[in-house]
């Protein structure tokens, strides 16, 4: 119906998905941001990289969390601020883990579970600290008590006292499934982790797709060269000469640089480019830096 809004399905949360929107807020957060006008589009790069680990989260660990939220009921009463400690079963797995896995890399897994629960997830007791030289020069002063317990980790929400039992009972639901470790090969929340830290290190490597490990490099044609009329704008090329061509971009560095273009080759010169890149560049021609 004409004036209604399409609603467009969303992309399907893939590892290759969230690694594409994570170095786009990369880029974006190198670019100056003159008067605040990428304020929104942060926020929404920001609002679709939490939906994406949020269902691949839940897809991991068969998290049921997801579908909860709305279910909160109206607050009722005042403020109450609730919390309960897990202990982290150490002495039955002394070899395993734990802080890794409740914290993720970068503390992306907590702070996962704190968006979705609404509570405050914390490591604390002996061994919560990577320093461990700098955990022994604190234990025992004020503020560091919980060093002297075991390792749990601790929950607080506060809110009021009917939704407070409910984030609190959904959060520790949560908590106690990463206090099961998996068995070898079989745990899928490390495979996750490992891959969003390898994102975020810039080392994702798709292992369905060649291509992304050996990016393909086009031979520069003999006839072809960098037209300075443009700045670099494209490859003159008897198969390419009109830079008003829909398909190429006349703002855009045709050559097979690693800093611009994507490994989705044009069949007839050089390489579709990315669009935030293709609008921004504007540097010299540098042919293989």
Not at 29 to 56: A, Q, T, Y
Not at 80 to 85: D, F, G, I, S, W
Not at 94 to 103: A, C, K, Q
Not at 120 to 146: T, Y
Request: proline share 9%.
């Amino acid at each position: 119906m004409v004036g209604e809004m399409e609603t467009k399905e969303k992309p399907k949360p893939t590892p290759d998905y969230l690694m594409q929107l994570m170095n786009d807020k990369k880029l974006m957060s190198s670019l100056p941001n003159f008067c605040g006008i990428f304020n929104h589009l942060e926020r929404l790069l920001d609002e679709e990289i939490g939906r994406v680990r949020k269902d691949m989260y839940n897809d991991t660990l068969n998290s049921s969390t997801d579908k909860r939220t709305s279910e909160l009921p109206d607050a009722v009463g005042p403020s109450a601020q609730l919390q309960e400690k897990l202990y982290v079963p150490v002495k039955e797995y002394p070899d395993f883990n734990f802080v890794g896995r409740i914290l993720g890399p970068r503390g992306l897994t907590a702070k996962q579970l704190e968006a979705e629960t609404g509570c405050k997830i914390m490591v604390r007791g002996k061994g919560s600290m990577r320093d461990k030289k700098k955990e022994e020069q604190n234990r025992g002063k004020p503020n560091w008590e919980h060093l002297n317990e075991d390792l749990h980790v601790l929950i607080t929400v506060e809110d009021s006292q009917n939704r407070a039992e409910i984030k609190l009972k959904r959060a520790v639901e949560e908590v106690k499934k990463l206090l099961v470790p998996a068995a070898e090969g079989e745990d899928n929340l490390k495979k996750m982790q490992l891959m969003e830290l390898a994102i975020l290190n810039g080392t994702y490597r798709d292992a369905n797709i060649k291509s992304r490990s050996t990016p393909y490099h086009r031979p520069i044609p003999s006839d072809a060269h960098c037209s300075p009329a443009y700045s670099c704008a494209y490859w003159s090329h008897p198969h390419a000469s009109n830079p008003t061509d829909p398909d190429l971009c006349s703002n855009a560095c045709w050559h097979p640089s690693p800093h611009c273009y994507t490994d989705a080759p044009d069949p007839r010169v050089g390489y579709y480019l990315h669009p935030i890149r293709v609008s921004l560049y504007s540097g010299p021609c540098h042919l293989y830096p």
